[in-house]
């Protein structure tokens, strides 16, 4: 299996609001292979509380408002999805492939995991399977096709690791 770098950490979330940094560590390793990503890589993750996602939100993307994931891509994959990466995107210290960096709101996963019935978890899942494949150049923005596109693969991986969805 293939060793990838994955760092989560909590900041600004209350003891009783953390999530599961094993899952979201499960949830990367296994889109990424489902994905057919063979080299390393590096993904940071940041869970952070409404507070936090809406400062980064708004110096970001200018949207002054708590959202559920943001996703920040290191690389462009150009059409979505993996291709070997040129030699030049690997980082020559670690020969990691630094795919980029997906930020949670604790406190939004929570809000829409009730809204929906579902559990923080799998509403954790869904999100964490959803930003990786914005790090992988998947978006739902530019029109209909791309849309049904990354909701697809949503559904399969979510179903290949076992989470209903």
């Not at 293939?2 to 094993?22: D, E, M, T, Y």
């Not at 708004?58 to 943001?70: A, M, N, Y």
Request: aromatic share 4%.
């Amino acid at each position: 299996m293939i060793k990838h770098q994955i760092f989560a950490r909590h900041s600004g979330v209350a003891v009783n609001n953390r999530l599961s940094i094993p899952l979201i560590k499960h949830c990367i390793r296994n889109s990424l292979s489902i994905e057919e990503v063979d080299i390393p890589c590096e993904v940071s993750v940041l869970i952070t509380g409404d507070r936090g996602i809406r400062k980064i939100n708004s110096e970001f993307r200018g949207i002054d408002k708590p959202t559920d994931v943001l996703s920040f891509p290191m690389q462009e994959f150009s059409p979505p999805g993996w291709t070997d990466p040129a030699p030049d995107m690997i980082h020559p210290e670690t020969g990691l492939l630094p795919l980029g960096d997906i930020i949670l709101s604790a406190e939004q996963i929570e809000k829409q995991a009730r809204k929906n019935s579902q559990s923080i978890d799998r509403e954790t899942a869904y999100l964490v399977i959803h930003s990786v494949l914005h790090l992988l150049g998947y978006d739902h923005t530019d029109g209909a096709e791309e849309e049904k596109k990354m909701r697809e693969r949503e559904k399969r991986i979510l179903l290949e690791i076992g989470i209903k969805s």
